[in-house]
């Protein structure tokens, strides 16, 4: 059995912030993640797009933001158990909870913090009767490494901001990209539409509108999709790869079973105090919460993060009393023995 002080339920941004600002505080921790990889939907959805709004970052890339905060965390000695899911979760009678995922890894801790997100997700498919069997073999329903497609034809269907996005970026790396919509206008951003249509007049882009891929043809590998178009009829377009952009559907998942309060497939957070649940030990930050005021950003779960370890803390420590440090006049102290401080200034005597 893996026994740490707070147990962490996804191991995204949130939830690896999590591990910082529990190390502070002297705390062990370590984090459950369905995921074969830490970095929740940044690693797994769009490791390659950029972010705008991580204070103190003007720009930087999802993946890179990971990385970051792998680093940043690695004094403490997070543990992971990655690609098992949280399945159950028992309170015992010493208080603590025992987590148990889905092939049966047991995890035992004072303090469970829920950080996954907005669950686990399932791509929205469009209705092609034999979709399912081009999948991995053309079909993707996520970009996570755009160099595949590099020099290849590349048909995108959606109308939303990802479509769009994708089909700007791919336009200077595959060597063919069609954009298929079954409506004129698009749900996008609005300079992310004007971009699709210079790069249309460019002939950088294939668009398609008011059309609908019906099918998909080739044998053990997508060689082309069929098209059924509003006034044109049906239309034939070679391609290398199919990739259907019409968003994730997000779930809980076994933890909606947990007796936790539930409100429009997010948790019931007490936010004026905590982020705790109705279950005392139980929290949950980042977009997995909700609460009047709700913001659903990055930004907010590293702050509920701080926040709701400062509560574990005396949960799990109720005689202590701890008196917060700032990072520049306490530095940052890893398990590994490593520490980090600013410089102290030397104050000589005037003699």
């Not at 994708?166 to 206008?185: C, G, K, M, Q, Y």
């Amino acid at each position: 059995m893996i026994k740490t002080d707070i147990l962490i339920i996804g191991a995204g941004p949130t939830g690896l912030f999590t591990v910082f600002e529990a190390g502070l505080l002297k705390l062990k921790t370590h984090l459950i993640d369905a995921l074969p990889q830490p970095g929740g939907q940044c690693s797994e959805i769009y490791p390659k797009k950029p972010i705008y709004d991580i204070p103190g970052f003007p720009e930087i890339l999802a993946g890179d933001l990971v990385n970051n905060l792998m680093e940043q965390i690695k004094p403490f000695e997070p543990g992971f158990t990655l690609g098992e899911r949280a399945e159950t979760i028992e309170k015992l009678e010493d208080d603590t909870f025992l987590v148990t995922t889905n092939k049966g890894t047991k995890h035992n801790a004072p303090v469970v913090a829920i950080a996954g997100g907005l669950g686990s997700f399932e791509p929205r498919k469009p209705p092609i009767p034999n979709i399912a069997d081009f999948e991995d073999k053309g079909v993707a329903y996520i970009i996570r490494d755009p160099e595949v497609y590099r020099d290849k034809r590349v048909v995108i269907a959606g109308g939303g901001d990802s479509a769009l996005d994708w089909t700007i970026f791919l336009a200077d790396v595959a060597s063919e990209v069609t954009l298929v919509h079954r409506r004129n206008e698009f749900r996008g951003a609005l300079d992310s539409v004007e971009r699709v249509g210079e790069l249309t007049k460019l002939g950088k882009v294939n668009l398609i509108t008011e059309a609908e891929v019906k099918e998909i043809k080739g044998e053990d590998h997508v060689t082309g999709v069929g098209i059924k178009h509003k006034t044109q009829g049906d239309i034939n377009v070679d391609t290398d790869y199919f990739i259907p952009l019409f968003g994730l559907s997000p779930k809980l998942g076994p933890i909606a079973n947990w007796g936790l309060e539930i409100e429009k497939n997010a948790i019931k957070v007490d936010n004026s105090y905590d982020y705790q649940t109705n279950i005392p030990g139980i929290y949950a930050i980042g977009d997995v919460n909700t609460y009047r005021g709700k913001l659903k950003l990055i930004l907010s779960g590293f702050h509920e993060a701080a926040i709701m370890c400062q509560s574990a803390y005396q949960r799990i420590f109720p005689d202590k009393k701890y008196v917060m440090k700032y990072t520049t006049v306490g530095g940052v102290e890893g398990f590994d023995g490593s520490k980090k401080e600013a410089k102290k200034e030397v104050v000589k005597a005037i003699v």
